[in-house]
């Protein structure tokens, strides 16, 4: 069975991975926002986490 904390990292990758859907998608983050529930900012937070990881991704894998 998976603790709290293991559930909340698979509901947070999910979400970023909904925001980056429908970045990639070309919707905005208002209207995201207003598909997932969430405020247009929340989901800025979201993605910017997102694009901070995938950066961290990348220059690990410059090495």
Do not use: F, P, Y
């Amino acid at each position: 069975m998976c603790t709290g904390e293991g559930r909340a990292g698979v509901s947070e990758k999910r979400r970023g991975g909904e925001v980056l859907h429908w970045l990639l998608e070309g919707k905005s983050m208002r209207r995201i926002g207003l598909h997932m529930g969430l405020s247009d900012r929340h989901i800025g937070r979201i993605k910017d986490t997102v694009v901070r990881k995938m950066s961290q991704m990348s220059d690990r894998s410059d090495v």
